[in-house]
């Protein structure tokens, strides 16, 4: 099961929006609405953001939206802040109880 | 409050083994499906295994299959890896993670710190 494609990196200004993708293949992202996204910061356990594509977990800001097109699902922060730095992470579900995470997103908040 | 600790990292040689723990606390353990997720020093997120709720049904990543094993004692609420024939490759940080049963990872671990010496 090969990783999902992120970019390495992402920027936005404060208050700004920044979309990150995630592309995986027709075996994992675009058969299952089971993609998730986690945020890291340095020295700290990852922290689940996304499930689901787009359903937040109670306490995450409204800032935090997902989607998913064919292949490719994206997650959106609007009104950076700056504890958005931080890297991000997306996972899907790829069937027969394997799960596959994307290489990672390191965001910067200008 | 749910948490998840893990405990038994350490410094191990090449071919050698190691037992991770994971203690589970403030959430029935037996209903959830739990996985190991690792993270090699500065790189990404690698899942590794993952034990279904009654501890009958196991995958594992292709990486680890055949020398790493799943397991859980769901009287002590306690996930384990039991990890054999470890490689230099190996060594990362191991994250015991609760699976939310909406196929998101809802609650991790701090991380245990295994290192592989050659």
């Known amino acids: 099961q090969s990783a999902l494609t992120q970019p390495p990196s992402a920027s936005g200004s404060l208050g700004q929006s920044v979309a990150i993708s995630c592309t995986g293949t027709?075996?994992?992202?675009?058969?299952?609405?089971?993609v998730s996204w986690y945020q890291q910061h340095p020295g700290k356990a990852p922290k689940l953001m996304l499930f689901?594509?787009?359903k937040r977990p109670s306490g995450v800001p409204d800032r935090y939206s997902g989607s998913k097109s064919g292949n490719t699902a994206s997650l959106t922060v609007s009104g950076l802040q700056a504890e958005d730095e931080a890297h991000y992470y997306c996972?899907?579900?790829?069937?027969?109880?394997?799960?596959?995470f994307g290489g990672g997103t390191k965001l910067t908040v200008l | 409050q749910v948490q998840v600790v893990e405990s038994g990292g350490g410094v191990v040689q090449a071919g050698g083994s190691l037992r991770l723990s994971c203690a589970a606390s403030?959430?029935?353990?037996?209903?959830?499906?739990m996985h190991w997720v690792r993270q090699t020093p500065g790189k990404g997120l690698e899942w590794v295994a993952i034990?279904?709720?009654?501890?009958?049904?196991?995958n594992y990543a292709k990486s680890v299959k055949g020398r790493f094993t799943i397991s859980r004692d769901n009287s002590k609420s306690t996930l384990y890896l039991q990890m054999n024939s470890l490689r230099a490759e190996d060594a990362a940080v191991y994250y015991c993670?609760?699976?939310?049963?909406?196929?998101?990872?809802?609650?991790w671990g701090q991380g245990a710190l295994v290192a592989v010496s050659s």
């Open positions: 993670a609760r699976d939310g049963s909406n196929w998101a990872f809802d609650y």
């Open positions: 403030g959430f029935t353990f037996k209903k959830h499906n």
């Open positions: 034990i279904e709720d009654d501890g009958e049904n196991k």
């Open positions: 027709s075996s994992d992202v675009g058969t299952y609405n089971h």
């Open positions: 689901e594509v787009s």
């Open positions: 996972n899907s579900y790829a069937g027969s109880n394997n799960w596959v």
